[in-house]
């Protein structure tokens, strides 16, 4: 094992004696996991680190894709190079880190790790030894032999640590970007129990301070139910001075143009508009279950600022899972690509633009005015389609957004629970001045198979902005949708 020379033996630096305190482990890491975070090589303290062979020629292949994961492969070369660049290193015999530990790369002999029973069973079990999963807990294995350090895999591929636990090999989640399970768990505003003089006094001057006991882990732009009593409550938002405060931006409803008029059903979508239509809180992240109308509230709040020009504009994306696949296989424009990923966005705009007295009921030969029927051959026009070609409503592929700068627009992010830490940092460092983000989604609905939930894009941005003077969160638990789709999202 190497040892870091950095403190004397006559008298060890703290840093030496909490790394003697702590048995040195030695973390070998996945491709998915440099992928995930470049930066983990750094994130591991006092402990090694040890990346194969294989992974680096893993990486060799996506280095040149122009999304995400090339993006990052690129970044993991880069990182790797900067360390091993100095001429008395070796790559193998590794290089000091700053928490005390070591880096360096890992080789794996196929023929001299057959000779260790461990790793002949492995393949008696798992047959493929030139599967690259497959070398990386055969080259575990053979770590093993040296008793020292502790060897374990990490790893964000599931299904490759149930294979490596199979066969008795220590494998973890890579976990420094997880949140804590406390963080997704409740999907309810917070409830705070004030006398009715309390209450009276926050009804009439809009303010109430709290001692420092009373307000827990509350942060700036959290909000509340300030309760006196089952049936005397109203919500408030904390402010940065430490005050609860009455909520500003609150509009009875929502109308664009001729369509319908939608307006907050519950307490969480009273909040939830509060926070979209303050011009001064420029990142919202919303959790909330299917039917919570958290799409729609955001694209009609986006909708009503632009045409009020608080915005130039509103744009709107989806993560296409497995985010960073180009949209090249569809045909058509940018649009036309993207629209089977949209389409609840586009059922949301139809909803919110289309006249009312065009939405009729019942069949179309009972309406008093029929609408023209379109000339063969004709696509029907939709109520959203000029503002679209004009600009002002911009459909957004997020493999194409990496060096944008996007100033002045509301930024719609749907289901952004599919994003990975990484891809949330390259959109929230996309907005200029003036703009407004908004991250909705599930944090129970993962499709993408490296991230979960409390690893994803969305919970990671909510833990990691929380606090800020222009951020806010809030969670939905009621849906709206109808008590079909309710009972559904509860029981099924």
């Known amino acids: 094992m190497h040892c870091d020379d950095s403190g004397s033996a006559a008298t060890p630096s703290p840093r030496s004696r909490r790394a003697a305190a702590i048995e040195s482990k030695l973390f070998v890491l996945d491709t998915n996991v440099l992928l995930h975070d470049p930066g983990c090589i750094h994130k591991f303290e006092e402990h090694q680190v040890g990346i194969p062979v294989d992974v680096l020629s893993e990486l060799d292949r996506f280095k040149s894709e122009m999304t995400e994961r090339g993006a990052s492969a690129r970044e993991v070369h880069r990182l790797l190079m900067k360390e091993f660049s100095r001429a008395e290193v070796s790559v193998m015999d590794g290089v000091p880190t700053p928490g005390g530990g070591r880096l360096r790369l890992i080789s794996f002999d196929p023929d001299a790790a057959r000779k260790i029973e461990s790793v002949r069973r492995f393949e008696r079990i798992f047959p493929g030894s030139e599967k690259v999963d497959h070398r990386i807990i ?4 053979q770590l093993r032999q040296a008793k020292s350090p502790r060897v374990v895999l990490v790893s964000k591929d599931i299904n490759m640590q149930l294979k490596a636990r199979a066969v008795g ?3 973890e989640d890579y976990l420094n970007d997880k949140v804590e399970p406390r963080e997704i768990a409740t999907r309810e505003i917070a409830r705070i129990e004030v006398s009715a003089h309390e209450l009276q006094r926050f009804a009439s001057s809009g303010r109430l301070q709290l001692a ?11 909000y509340a139910l300030l309760s006196a009593g089952e049936k ?39 909040c939830l508009l509060d926070a979209l239509m303050d011009p001064e809180i420029s990142l919202v992240t919303v959790y909330g279950q299917a039917g919570t109308g958290k799409t729609l509230l955001a694209v009609a709040a986006g909708l009503s600022q632009v045409f009020a020009r608080g915005y130039q504009g509103l744009t709107v994306s989806r993560p296409i899972v497995a985010m960073g696949q180009g949209v090249g296989f569809l045909p058509g424009t940018l649009q036309e690509k993207m629209r089977p990923w949209l389409q609840p966005v586009y059922d949301a705009l139809d909803l919110l633009m289309r006249p009312v007295d065009q939405a009729g009921q019942g069949p179309q030969r009972k309406r008093s005015r029929p609408s023209p029927e379109p000339a063969p051959g004709s696509t029907p026009v939709a109520p959203y389609d000029g503002l679209v070609a004009q600009g002002v409503i911009e459909i957004e592929a997020l493999c194409y957004i990496r060096g944008r700068s996007i100033p002045d627009r509301f930024f719609v992010m749907d289901e952004a629970q599919q994003l990975t830490p990484l891809e949330a940092k390259t959109i929230v460092t996309r907005m200029s001045r003036g703009s407004k983000l908004v991250l909705v989604g599930d944090p129970a609905q993962i499709d993408n198979p490296y991230v979960d939930s409390r690893s994803n894009g969305l919970v990671y941005t909510r833990q ?29």
């Open 138 to 141: 055969a080259c575990v294995l």
């Open 169 to 171: 090999v220590e494998c």
């Open 212 to 222: 420092a006991d009373r307000l827990g882990d509350f942060v700036v732009n959290d």
């Open 232 to 270: 005397n409550a109203m919500p408030a938002r904390l402010n940065g001075q430490g005050e609860w405060t009455r909520l500003r931006f609150t509009p009875e409803l929502i109308k664009v143009g001729q369509g319908r008029a939608v307006k907050p059903m519950n307490l969480g979508q009273t």
């Open 464 to 492: 990691r902005m929380r606090g800020q003077s222009f951020a806010a969160h809030v969670p939905l638990n009621k849906g709206e949708r109808s008590p079909l789709a309710e009972a559904g999202a509860r029981l099924l």
